[in-house]
């Protein structure tokens, strides 16, 4: 259900509609890769979302299209001999004992590490799936009441390490942070394939602007930094290890093709009938609070009182913000 916004929750991501006018870009409608999202990285933020189940990836894609699509570009691929895994629960089909043994307890993450580790012995893979959603979000600013004429600071790293015969960017991670109102937001996230077929020398893009938000009487505002990307929702298709194929339910960002920028800004609005009186009273809070730690951290030489102050801001703030979060604010 989408929020005030117009954003709304895909499993582990927060997007927009897929036919959004808000972005620079057109996401393509399918996408088809021959590797599957690297995982050696935090599960947290695995660039593939190891929650989705069976019933998902067919509503976006039933399984006859997937058939149709694994026959003809998956060598040796038989949709009478494939196996249908229900979720990243499933272990690859005949998976040694002494694997389930050691990755046992690492849930889901253990059997789609195991996936990669058998990609990386070049058993065969493809990944084919259907445009959901775009522009999953990496950070948030925080939720400014019009009218307001607001200046924001961005700024984002990004880290290309490979390039694709897809020509699709891999090795993608992203960093990036949002300040206004005396507030600095800094969360991580990753697009990130494995086993690419060619490589490019790494390069960073960076950007970092300062620009004017103005809210109107009647509506309310936020920042968003959100990825260039297109997210899907599919199939997995992996040769076993009894020669057959198992498919996995997929769902992951993919970088727009051939797009320039990685991340971009976008700024969010919604009318203030939108909100009810909980709401606008727990923003004004967060508000409250954050421009009272400001004026208190600008003050030089605070004392232990002081410090002990700040600190309790601190965790009031991050309070609010859960309570936002919450609400989809």
């Known amino acids: 259900m989408p929020s005030k916004f117009g954003d709304f929750q895909v499993g582990a991501y927060n997007v927009l509609p897929k036919d959004t006018k808000t972005t620079a870009y057109t996401a393509p409608d399918t996408i088809t890769l021959t590797r599957c999202p690297s995982l050696l990285t935090d599960p947290l933020r695995a660039a593939m979302d190891l929650g989705i189940v069976k019933s998902e990836a067919e509503a ?18 038989k949709r ?52 959901v959603g775009v522009a999953p979000l990496v950070c948030s600013g925080n939720l400014i009441e019009g009218p307001a004429k607001q200046k924001h ?108 920028s990685a991340v971009a800004v976008h700024q969010m609005r919604a009318a ?5 009186p909980a709401e606008k009273a727990l923003v004004s809070e967060f508000s409250r609070v954050t421009r009272e730690r400001k004026a208190l951290a600008a003050q030089a030489g605070l004392d232990g009182d002081g410090l002990a102050q700040l600190a309790l801001y601190g965790l009031e703030q991050w309070r609010l913000a859960d309570a936002l979060r919450a609400l989809g604010l």
């Open 153 to 260: 600071t961005e700024s984002a790293s990004v880290s290309v390490t490979d390039t694709t015969t897809e020509k699709i960017e891999a090795g993608l991670g992203v960093s990036a942070g949002i300040e206004y109102e005396g507030v600095g937001v800094q969360i991580t996230g990753s697009l990130t394939w494995s086993l690419e077929t060619s490589h490019s020398t790494t390069v960073t893009k960076t950007f970092g602007d300062e620009l004017e938000f103005d809210i109107d009487k009647g509506e309310w505002g936020r920042v968003d930094i959100r990825v260039c990307a297109g997210l899907y929702t599919g199939w997995l298709g992996v040769q076993n290890y009894k020669g057959s194929f198992d498919l996995y339910p997929f769902r992951g960002p993919v970088h727009v093709p051939g797009f320039a």
């Open 80 to 131: 009478g001999d494939a196996w249908v895994n229900g979720s990243w629960m499933d272990w690859l089909t005949g998976t040694p004992s002494l694997s389930r043994q050691m990755g046992g307890g690492l849930g889901a993450f253990g059997r789609a590490y195991l996936v990669e580790a058998v990609q990386k012995a070049n058993w065969k893979l493809a990944v084919t799936g259907r445009l």
């Open 272 to 276: 203030d009938s939108e909100f009810g």
């Open 60 to 77: 976006a894609l039933p399984l006859d299209d997937a058939y149709d699509w694994f026959e003809k570009n998956l060598d040796g691929f």
